[in-house]
Structures are given as C-alpha cells and as structure tokens.
C-alpha cells in the first residue's frame, strides 16, 4: 500500500518544491496540499493521511494549533518544516519524529521520509504522540522559553544553551549570540528573540542589546556620564536603560529565592 501524503505550508513555492522532490518515490500518494492551518485541519481530520510535511509557522494557525485541534489518536506521522531554527529545537527536545530546516536538500528530505517509513512499517506512533500531546498540553497559555539557541554553521546545526551566552546584539533584522570567544549570527530580530529568553536571566541594557545577568561583574561611569555594563571578562557595553531600574534587577531579579543578601554585582549609587 502507498504511504498518503499530505503537504501543508503557506508558501505556494515551497509547496510546489517538496511535491517535486518527492516525485520519484514510487511508494508515496500525495493526497493533497494545505496553504493554511484551517485548511490541513480539516484535511487531515477528513483525508487521514498517514504521512504529513507540516510548516511550523504559518499565519494566525501554527503547525503546532494544527495538531492541538485534533485529537492525538488520529495524528498522522508528522515531519515538521520550518525556516526558523528555534522551531526546530522545540521539535527536537519534544521528540517529534523529524524536523526539515528550509532551505533544506533532496538528501535531508529522502532521510526524513524514511524514518516516516519505518514508523509507519512499525506502526508504533502511541507513545511518539503522547510525548507530543503532553507537551501541547503543558505549554498552552505558558510562555515558551528557549533552553537552547539552533544556529546554523556551514552545513551542520548548533545547539547553543541561552545559559552560556554572554550577551545578544542587534544587527538589522540578524541578531550575533556572544557566547566566550565565539559570535554565532541568527536571522532574528532582537525583539522577538528576547520574548522567548528566560526574563530572569536576561536584562536589556539599551536597544540593541541583551546581556546575561550572570555575566555582569559591574556598571561603571563613562567620562561623558554615561553608565557602561562591566562583564566578568571585562569587555563594556554601553547602556542606555534607566540605572534605577537596572540596579533593581541586578540586585534582587537574579537572586535565588532563598538569598538573604544582594548578589554582590558592584554598581554606582544615581544622583
């Protein structure tokens, strides 16, 4: 029997793309094609396909709501697509069956679907949709902090921990993750990347950066007046932020919930 396939994505290109590359599988029927989440709800709740190449982010209904309208036991096998990597991590850490980070090969896209196949050979989806489900269940109406940052590096795919950056810089419409001596550089802007980073962790000291408050040894006063963040490896960062308001994090924010005294992070008194 032909595996059914159904591709959802709201790029008509993309879309256009994967039925294209997938031409050559003998045993594979697509069976359809979704340019929105309404619409690959409805498919795959009426077409059952057992296989589905599911976008992420599409507008207002994300590939995650797809799966969250249905009920877990008629999930298909489900391999996501996206172009962001920070979908991809959360695929990976809730143990989806398979990711493609766009722009993806002919040669990725064949290892995915094999791996679909053997699923499918094995039939054993319960316990592979019930990590899934739970997780769809815990994380709704909870923000989604990163624990770690996807970045792309040559041809492989690096998973930075957000605990060992040192601080994030804005650059247009790319953000660069300072971690130690390397600089990784992430199509994001600084704005949504901080939505997603654990707000105890990370302060913003101005528009265009994030700093790690762990990092922060110090704030000292420019010669123009101007407060710089002093971190532990003594670089400086130039802060635009009230320092009333930057002391307060930095003395009580950080804090273990059971600290009795201050963290000791050295800062001039405002006058």
Known sequence: MKIRVLIVDDEALARTRIRKLL?????????????????AIAAIGDRRPDLVLLDVQMPEVSGFDVLSA????????VVFVTAHDQYAIQAFEIHALDYLLKPFTHARLLTAIERARRHLRSRDLASLNQNFADWLKASQGQPAYFSRIA???????LFIKVEDLDYVESAANYV?????????????TLTSLES?????????ISRSILVNLERIKGIQTAPRGEYLVVLNDGRQLLM???????QSRLLFASEPANAASPTGVKVPSES
Request: charged share 30%.
């Open 176 to 188: 660069v993750l300072k971690a130690g001596n390397e600089s990784h550089i992430l199509r994001e």
């Open 70 to 77: 249905l009920p877990a036991e008629s999930w298909p096998v």
């Open 240 to 246: 635009t932020r009230a320092l009333r308001e930057i």
């Open 151 to 157: 970045v792309r590096s040559g041809s492989q795919t």
């Open 23 to 39: 031409g050559e599988e003998t045993d594979l029927e697509i069976i359809g094609e979704c340019a929105n989440g309404p619409e």
């Open 196 to 204: 997603r980073l654990p707000a105890h962790l990370f302060l913003r």
